[in-house]
């Protein structure tokens, strides 16, 4: 059975840091990218940050660049988003989804264009992050 465990979200202040987690099972963790959206109330699931455990390949949201890293431990078969200089406009569910595209470009594009059945896409339940002003 695919599971996506995503963990991590709270309540945190402007500025602050969190970080989500999203542990992967029973996927060949090697062969596919990995990457988290967020959806604010009303609006749309839009893509954060993904990372490719095929090509290594990372790609950042504009909103994101600089503020959020994301990254990928092999062994643990678990991505990790650290979150920094939190802002309000962050506020949203946090989505982890992993889908089998050769680089993280790739799959942004595939999962964005068709977020129901993109190619061999599994998605994780979601963690709320919400930042205070």
């Known amino acids: 059975e695919v599971q996506l465990q995503a963990s991590g979200g709270g309540l945190v202040q402007t500025g602050g840091s969190l970080r989500l987690s999203c542990a992967v099972t029973g996927l060949p963790f090697d062969q596919y990218a990995i990457g988290w959206f967020r959806q604010a109330p009303g609006n749309g699931r839009v893509g954060v940050a993904a990372i490719s455990n095929r090509d290594g390949t990372i790609w950042y949201a504009d909103s994101t660049k600089g503020r959020f890293t994301i990254s990928s431990d092999v062994a643990k078969e678990t991505v990790s988003l650290q979150m920094n200089i939190l802002k309000p406009g962050d506020t949203a569910v946090y989505y982890c989804?992993?889908?089998?595209?050769?680089?993280?470009?790739?799959?942004?594009?595939?999962?964005?264009?068709?977020?129901?059945?993109?190619?061999?896409?599994?998605w994780g339940q979601g963690t709320l992050v919400t930042v205070s002003s």
């Open positions: 989804a992993a889908a089998p595209y050769y680089s993280a470009h790739d799959f942004i594009v595939a999962v964005s264009m068709s977020p129901l059945d993109a190619r061999g896409l599994f």
